[in-house]
């Protein structure tokens, strides 16, 4: 059965610290994609990044950066030099191949004090 | 393009009343997905449609709801009727290929059931 784990509910961190918020996934398919979305206070959800299977490049957006590791089934997420906009609670999400049917973790929390 | 469009923004409505929530995906969108996200369980599916027409309505808790897309251009959930463990953020979201691609959510209808 497809999952997704995100073990940290809630992160704190201080204004320019960097964190990294960590996604494990678990599926059969050999096909899937991965997708990171931000949910501000406002209560939207925001596409930040996908990712197909078949591709494990990391990626940096800005302050933004992703690990995918396939050998660990991970997906990561950083911020650099965080910032107070950056609060939000972040999900990371996993398309199953066949169905395409999009399985969300939990969420973690994210805030940053100035 | 305005995004996804939900209505209402807010619902409050006794146990036993019908509700009805809308949605009109963006122009030009194939897929359309309602999911609701509650504490306890977080983002679910509840179903999809494709051109119109229903894919997955497994995510559909039970018979008290029902979802239709007469056009392209517009969707509705309907609960009924509904039960205070029926309170949740609802969301509409739309995909212009399939979901393996990033889908596009609305800023969601809270519904409060008393």
């Known amino acids: 059965a497809q999952k997704v784990t995100q073990a940290q509910t809630e992160i704190s961190v201080v204004e320019k610290e960097d964190v990294t918020l960590d996604c494990v996934y678990e599926?059969?398919?050999?096909?899937?994609?991965l997708f990171w979305y931000k949910q501000p206070p406002s209560g939207e959800l925001v596409f930040l990044i996908r990712?197909?299977?078949?591709?494990?490049q990391n990626e940096i957006s800005g302050r933004y950066s992703w690990n995918f590791q396939k050998s660990t089934s991970s997906f990561n997420f950083t911020i650099t030099a965080s910032q107070v906009v950056d609060s939000a609670v972040y999900f990371c999400?996993?398309?199953?191949?066949?169905?395409?049917?999009?399985?969300f973790g939990q969420g973690t929390e994210l805030s940053v004090k100035p | 393009d305005a995004g996804v469009i939900q209505s209402p923004r807010h619902e409050v409505t006794e146990m036993g009343q019908e509700v009805t929530l809308r949605c009109k995906p963006i122009?030009?969108?194939?897929?359309l997905f309602w999911y609701r996200q509650t504490m306890m369980r977080g983002l679910e599916l509840l179903i999809y449609?494709?051109?119109?027409?229903?894919?997955?309505d497994s995510g559909m808790p039970e018979d008290r709801f029902s979802a239709k897309m007469p056009n392209a251009s517009f969707s509705t959930l309907k609960i009924q009727p509904s039960e205070p463990r029926d309170s949740a953020v609802y969301f509409c979201?739309?995909?212009?290929?399939?979901?393996?691609?990033?889908?596009?959510f609305g800023q969601g209808t809270r519904l409060t059931v008393v």
């Open positions: 979201a739309s995909s212009d290929r399939d979901l393996r691609t990033e889908a596009f």
């Open positions: 599926t059969r398919d050999t096909t899937y994609y």
């Open positions: 990712r197909n299977s078949f591709d494990e």
């Open positions: 999400a996993l398309s199953e191949g066949r169905t395409g049917k999009l399985i």
């Open positions: 122009s030009g969108h194939d897929y």
């Open positions: 449609f494709n051109n119109n027409v229903p894919i997955d």
